[in-house]
């Protein structure tokens, strides 16, 4: 029987929220900093974040490598320091809570039942390994997945291991029924408008995510029109969203009021918009097709206190040549993206 998800908590996906892609802390031997990796979370659920995603492309997909090991263990506590804030908080509604789920069926299906009994809403589910499979191929292993716990569909940008998914896959991929989100994220305006009107054409309400943190602001302020249909993407699940996220949830209340009262989008908006696609690709490392983006969004976290250092599971994954120059020069442009004040008031306590 198809596991259907908690009305509350659709009901927020399809409204609309700050999902940030959680993060690995690690200590400087590379193994896991729990004490770090909880404040990680507690930093985004006080920072106004309605839900996070954990064991995603920021995560760091080798955490999924049996031999690694840290799939589970990751998961777990990202669950048990949720659980821990909405028992001290008391939430109207539940954090969202979502799990990154990879590889062919037989992982995948190993994987998602984790997600499911550590108690995750949903799974993101990448389709990086099925580079050479047929669309037919790939809905089912959709369809046996979907069979499990709801489905956050994931078009990955080719860049960091992705694989071009077609209109006829989004159409087809609407159709299943435990479907509830798509997180849009090739970093192309051609594939993205695939996803919106195969949605669009489907008659499915089904929540659109933006993925694309080249294009934030811009994704969230367009009303994308297909015949008689409008269609809108309503959030982000995001790499950009796991810095500076109280910022990030100011952007998306002030985007959501903008919409609703069907108001003119404000210049400052576009700038705005701009704004954010520079600090983008100096921190995602675009310049060196984003071989830095995971150490770069350390990087930030590192600043304000929250990681320790900047390393990644990879010992050669570090910092491009110039890019922390970039990444100060976007600090220096744009204070008021950062939310450092925010975190030095409450580091010692998320630390705790």
């Excluded at 992982?107 to 099925?130: N, P």
Aim: with cysteine; charged share 25%; hydrophobic share 40%.
């Amino acid at each position: 029987m198809v596991e259907k998800l908690n009305k509350k908590i659709l009901k927020k996906i399809k409204k609309g929220t700050v999902i940030p892609a959680h993060p690995l802390a690690l200590t400087e031997k590379r193994s896991l900093d729990e004490k770090r990796q909880k404040a990680l979370t507690r930093y985004y659920l006080s920072a106004g974040a309605g839900g996070v995603a954990i064991g995603v492309h920021t995560t760091q997909f080798e955490i999924h490598d049996k031999k690694i090991g840290l799939y589970r263990p990751v998961l777990e506590l990202g669950s048990e320091t949720i659980s821990e804030f909405e028992e001290e908080h008391k939430p109207d509604i539940p954090v969202v809570r979502i799990a990154g789920v990879i590889g062919k069926t037989q992982q995948a299906v190993e994987e998602a039942t984790i997600a499911k009994e550590l108690g995750y809403h949903a799974v993101l589910l990448s389709l990086s390994a099925f580079k050479n499979s047929t669309n037919k191929d790939m809905l089912e292993h959709v369809r046996t997945i979907s069979e499990i716990v709801p489905i956050f569909g994931f078009y990955l940008q080719t860049a960091v291991g992705g694989r071009v998914l077609d209109y006829h896959f989004w159409r087809d991929f609407a159709e299943i029924e435990n479907v509830i989100a798509i997180k849009i994220a090739p970093f192309n305006r051609y594939q993205t408008i695939d996803v919106v009107r195969a949605i669009a054409e489907s008659g499915r309400d089904i929540a659109l995510y933006t993925g694309n943190d080249d294009n934030i602001v811009f994704d969230l302020l367009t009303p994308f029109y297909f015949g008689n249909k409008t269609v809108r993407i309503v959030g982000g699940l995001l790499g950009h969203w796991a810095f500076w996220t109280s910022k990030a949830v100011e952007i998306l209340t002030r985007i959501h009021s903008v919409v609703e009262k069907g108001l003119p989008v404000p210049p400052d908006l576009l700038k705005l918009g701009v704004e954010v696609t520079d600090c983008n690709a100096a921190i995602f490392d675009a310049a060196n097709n984003f071989a830095g983006c995971i150490p770069g969004i350390h990087e930030i976290l590192r600043r304000q206190g929250l990681l320790k250092g900047n390393w990644t599971l990879k010992e050669d994954e570090i910092l491009s040549p110039g890019q922390k120059e970039e990444i100060d020069r976007v600090y220096k442009s744009y204070p008021h993206l950062n939310d450092d004040n925010f975190v030095s008031e409450h580091l010692d306590k998320w630390l705790e």
